[in-house]
């Protein structure tokens, strides 16, 4: 692998041997190498890998995938971070067994999770990541392991590696993702146009936000995201708050004032390097439990969706 290429395998196991056939000369070549090597897995694999490697597991960063990154421009943003830590100066590759986890989510989440995998392909294709996605077919589907090959060029069968013929370039997966309908807005949910005072629509948007249960803190958040939202929508449209499933979704709407790429937001911005179009994205991405972003016939409308009291938020450490 050179320094200016990036590799996402998807890699498909049935059983504990077929992880470690895959994971552990991976491992043990990326350490050989001197090269750093982040391992993302489920508590029973780490345990597997460290229990194979013996001595030289303490040599290999770990955390429990549940809790590196819980939403996917989260855990983008994790990897790109991990490898400005650890690439350093001389550009060394990086190694990253990264595994997503499926288990409870909902269909949304689950596109959701899907697209970022795409998207990896795009939002790393300048790094020097060596990445593999391992899938458990005792808990992943035949939709999901079809979806893998879909959203990585290559897979791996214990150390070869095979071209991926499903695979969709990321901006028609995304495209595919995007397609699926948002759910309506509802009809009895007050709207606030755009265009006017900003300070109006920031109180429009705590308070309204607060009144539906947000905490105080929470609330600014949330005018913090969609002040950073509003610059892709012209002042032509409107905002608009509802409660849904124990959370609170903002809808932005209006003209289209700056192309979105399917990815935006999905970078942290270089803060040496001039702004580009939609680094504002990754604030609101960050803030937000999801985003989503719909483009047609010249209109933008930008889905918000924060927590609210009923929602559990799952919280856990990452280690070394």
């Known amino acids: 692998m050179s320094n200016e290429h990036f590799r996402h395998d998807a890699a498909v196991y049935a059983d504990d041997d077929e992880f470690l056939t895959m994971s552990v000369p991976f491992v043990e070549d990326g350490l050989a190498l001197g090269e750093p090597v982040l391992v993302t897995t489920t508590p029973a694999n780490l345990e597997l890998l ?5 001595e030289r597991a303490h040599r290999f960063d770990f955390a429990e995938t549940a809790y590196f990154g819980r939403r996917p421009p989260a855990r983008a943003t994790e990897f790109i971070r991990y490898w400005q830590r650890k690439a350093g100066p ?33 939002v790393l294709a300048d790094t020097n990541v060596w990445m593999i996605c391992p899938y458990d077919a005792r808990v992943v589907g035949e939709e999901g392991l079809a979806h893998a090959l879909r959203t990585h060029p ?85 905002l608009a708050l509802w409660p849904a499933g124990g959370s609170v979704v903002c809808e932005l709407s209006g003209a289209s004032a700056v192309d979105v790429a399917p990815f935006a937001g999905f970078r942290p911005p270089e803060l040496t390097a001039a ?46």
């Not at 550009?91 to 990896?120: F, H, I, K, S, Y």
């Not at 214990?158 to 595919?176: H, K, M, N, Q």
């Open 90 to 122: 001389v550009g060394r590759n990086v190694r990253v067994l990264a595994e997503p986890l499926w288990a409870g989510r909902t269909r949304a989440d689950v596109r959701a999770w899907r697209r970022m995998e795409a998207g990896l392909n795009v």
């Open 50 to 54: 460290r229990s194979a490697l013996g």
């Open 154 to 238: 290559t897979h791996v069968r214990g150390t070869d590696v095979l071209e991926s013929p499903d695979y969709v370039e990321p901006g028609e997966y995304a495209r595919a993702c995007d397609a699926v309908p948002m759910p309506p807005r509802p009809d009895d949910v007050e709207t606030l146009p755009l265009g006017g005072d900003p300070n109006a629509l920031r109180r429009f948007v705590f308070e309204h936000a607060a009144r539906l249960g947000l905490t105080e803190q929470h609330a600014a958040l949330l005018t913090v995201a969609v002040g950073e939202a509003l610059r892709f929508v012209g002042d032509d449209g409107h």
């Open 275 to 320: 702004a580009e179009p939609g680094e504002g994205l990754w604030v609101t991405r960050q803030i937000c439990e999801s985003v989503e972003v719909r483009t047609e016939g010249g209109v933008t409308v930008l889905r918000l969706q924060l927590p609210g009291p009923r929602s559990a938020e799952l919280a856990g450490p990452a280690h070394r």
